[in-house]
Structure formats: structure tokens, C-alpha cells
Antibody, heavy 121, light 110 residues
Framework: EVQLVESGGGLVQSGGSLRLSCAAS????????MDWVRQAPGRGLEWVSH????????YYADSVKGRFTISRDNAKSSLSLQMNSLRAEDTALYYC??????????????WGQGTLVTVSS | QSVLTQPPSASGTPGQRVTISCSGT????????VNWFQQLPGTAPTLLIY???QRPSGVPDRFSGSKSGTSASLAISGLQSEDEADYYC???????????FGGGTKLTVL
């Protein structure tokens, strides 16, 4: 089955760190760029970070730049997000997303179920 | 405040046609293709429309997308109760060097 399964979420104090993981299965992980997208409780979707097929390029939303680091291990079909200096406004459900490009048009064609990060102040 | 502007809500009765707008700028919608995502209550988003107007396999042809200049639209015809969901537009922004989303539109089927 083609799927993305996130893990690593939890409750952390403001200023703390957390590492999210995403396990991919059922498709050739190394052939796809990947992203993290988050959704605060009761709010809309917010893109967080992108990583290319070989680990570059990487891009970050201004709201997390300098605090979050995206990485991947193609041998293990896994994606990670290291989150440092966490703030209350980082509280959200974090989705692992497959980035697919069709005819030069990128899109997010596969989403995980998300892992919840709660930052207490 | 989202980079792409969507109406917060929309509604229609079963069988009706509704449209949801998404407004951007020359650095995002004006330069890149638009995607639409559907998020049913309590679930993860799913891809509804990509490349402005393309439907992934499995998406009913009641859903259609269009784009003109720096604006895009999602149309849903023959509205059904199961269409009640949140809808988001998204595209790449060349100035921000990142993806941008609309704030989402909550569709209610009356």
C-alpha cells in the first residue's frame, strides 16, 4: 500500500526540541521530493519545508527558518524534521507530503495522517 | 493572513453549482500552476485538482478548476452532501521560494 506514516509528535515545553519522522512505503521514495505541511488547531494549512530527491535543495517557511531542519534517508525511505527552539505557535498537526511533478507542474499528491505537536508555554 | 485569498465560506443546495475563488499575485498564481485540496472533517487533505485544471484519477468530473491571470477558481457542479468539506488552493511562490496556501473555504451543503 502506498502510504506515509508520521511519528514523533508529542508535548514539549517552549524552547525545547522534537524530531518528527515519516516512513514511506509502497513507492520509490528516492524518486520524489518531499515536504512538511502543518495545520494549527482549527486553522488552515501552512507549508513548512521542502527537500529535493537527493537532499537538496531545501527550502523553509520564514516562520521556521533557522529553527527547523529537514532531512531524508533514501536507503530507509524516511523523511525527518528536526525542530528546535519550539514556540507555542508551532503547535499543530504536522503532515508529511509527497511532492509530485507532472508536466512541470508540482503538486502534493500523497499526504500522511499527521502527527500532533503541542508546545506548552 | 494567507498569501492566497479565498472566501472563508461558501454554501449551496444539493444539485447546485458552486464556485470558490483564489486570488494571488504575479509571483505565485501568475507564474505557477494552481492546486486544489479537499479536507473532509477530521481527515488529512487530499489532492482534488492539479496543474490548474487536471483531476487525479478517482476525482469525479463534477470538480473542475480554472485559472486566469492571478486568480483561480474551483467549481463543483451537482453538489452532494459528501462535498461538505474545507477546500484549499495552493501554488509555489517565486519570491518567497516556497509553497503558499489560501486560508481555506468551508463549504456547507444546505
Amino acid at each position: 500500500e502506498v502510504q506515509l506514516v508520521e511519528s514523533g509528535g508529542g508535548l514539549v515545553q517552549s524552547g525545547g526540541s522534537l524530531r518528527l519522522s515519516c516512513a514511506a512505503s509502497g513507492f520509490s521514495f528516492s524518486a520524489y521530493s518531499m515536504d512538511w505541511v502543518r495545520q494549527a488547531p482549527g486553522r488552515g494549512l501552512e507549508w513548512v519545508s521542502h527537500i529535493g530527491v537527493s537532499g537538496t535543495p531545501t527550502y523553509y517557511a520564514d516562520s521556521v527558518k533557522g529553527r527547523f531542519t529537514i532531512s531524508r534517508d533514501n536507503a530507509k525511505s524516511s523523511l525527518s524534521l528536526q525542530m528546535n527552539s519550539l514556540r507555542a505557535e508551532d503547535t499543530a498537526l504536522y503532515y508529511c507530503v509527497r511532492d509530485w511533478t507532472a508536466n512541470n507542474s508540482p503538486t502534493f499528491d500523497l499526504w500522511g495522517q499527521g502527527t500532533l505537536v503541542t508546545v506548552s508555554s | 493572513q494567507s498569501v492566497l485569498t479565498q472566501p472563508p465560506s461558501a454554501s449551496g443546495t444539493p444539485g447546485q453549482r458552486v464556485t470558490i475563488s483564489c486570488s494571488g499575485t504575479s509571483s505565485n498564481i501568475g507564474s505557477n500552476t494552481v492546486n486544489w485540496f479537499q479536507q473532509l472533517p477530521g481527515t488529512a487533505p487530499t489532492l482534488l485538482i492539479y496543474s490548474d485544471n487536471q483531476r487525479p484519477s478517482g476525482v469525479p468530473d463534477r470538480f473542475s478548476g480554472s485559472k486566469s491571470g492571478t486568480s483561480a477558481s474551483l467549481a463543483i457542479s451537482g453538489l452532494q452532501s459528501e462535498d461538505e468539506a474545507d477546500y484549499y488552493c495552493a501554488t509555489w511562490d517565486d519570491t518567497l521560494n516556497g509553497w503558499v496556501f489560501g486560508g481555506g473555504t468551508k463549504l456547507t451543503v444546505l
